[in-house]
Nanobody, 114 residues
């Protein structure tokens, strides 16, 4: 059974870079045709897709976040990571990692505050 677990700081200061890691078990992030995503949900808003890294390392980002977002991976650790730069309080959200289709981490709260 595929399991995903997000980890990273729960508090980030404005203008800094938010960094989160998703550790995957029960599957390999290099499994052919698999895709691995990051999404977030801000208070009072719907789920927002941020970007994806595919089994071969290709990345695709939401146009609205593309200039600030980077997704990378460490295949030796079966992990993939999110970096979001120049954060503001509007980036406060619960951040999720996921595998298409239907596998989600439990989410991790990130608050952007001085």
């Amino acid at each position: 059974q595929v399991q995903l677990q997000e980890s990273g700081p729960g508090l980030v200061k404005p203008s800094q870079t938010l960094s989160l890691t998703c550790t995957v078990s029960g599957d390999s992030i290099t499994t052919t045709y698999s895709t691995w995503s990051w999404a977030r949900q801000s208070p009072g808003k719907g789920l927002e897709w941020m970007g994806v890294i595919t089994y071969d390392g290709s990345t695709y980002y939401s146009p609205s976040l593309k200039s600030r977002t980077s997704i990378s991976r460490d295949t030796s650790k079966n992990q993939f990571s999110l970096q979001l730069s120049s954060v503001t309080p509007e980036d406060t959200a619960v951040y999720y990692c996921a595998k298409w289709a239907g596998y989600w981490g439990q989410g991790t709260q990130v608050t952007v505050s001085p």
